[in-house]
C-alpha cells in the first residue's frame, strides 16, 4: 500500500500541472484535487495499519488467505500479496489490465 500511494504522490505534479487556472476558477476542479490528495493519505494510513496489525501478531500466528487472494483479480497483486516476488511495482509486465 505504501507503494501505491508512492505511485499516487508521484501523479500529484501531473495532476495540478493540468489544473492550471482551472483549479482556481473550478470549485469542482479543486474539490477532485483535494480528493486524489485525500486517496494517498488513506493508502498511506492503512498501510501503517496493516503493518502495526502485523507487527502486534503473534510470532507464528498464520491464517489461510487463500479466500481473500481468489478475490484480487489483478494476477500480479495477488501474486505480491502471496508473497510472491515479481520484480519491481512499476515494471511494466504483461497481465492483467484494468481500466476504471
Keep these: 500500500m505504501n507503494d501505491i500511494a508512492a505511485q499516487v504522490e508521484r501523479l500529484h505534479p501531473l495532476v495540478s500541472a493540468q ?15 483535494q480528493s486524489f490528495d485525500h486517496i494517498e ?16 501478531t503473534a510470532p507464528g500466528w498464520q491464517i489461510d488467505q487463500q479466500a481473500a487472494l481468489a478475490a484480487i483479480t489483478l494476477s500480479d497483486l495477488a501474486s505480491r500479496l502471496a508473497g510472491h516476488d515479481s520484480g519491481p511495482l512499476n515494471a511494466a509486465s504483461s497481465g492483467d489490465f484494468e481500466l476504471f
Excluded at 41 to 56: T, V
Design 19 to 33: 489544473g492550471g487556472q482551472l483549479a482556481a476558477s473550478d470549485p469542482h476542479y479543486a474539490q477532485a484535487l
Design 41 to 56: 493519505q488513506k493508502l498511506r494510513c492503512l498501510a501503517g495499519y496493516i503493518e502495526d496489525l502485523g507487527a502486534a
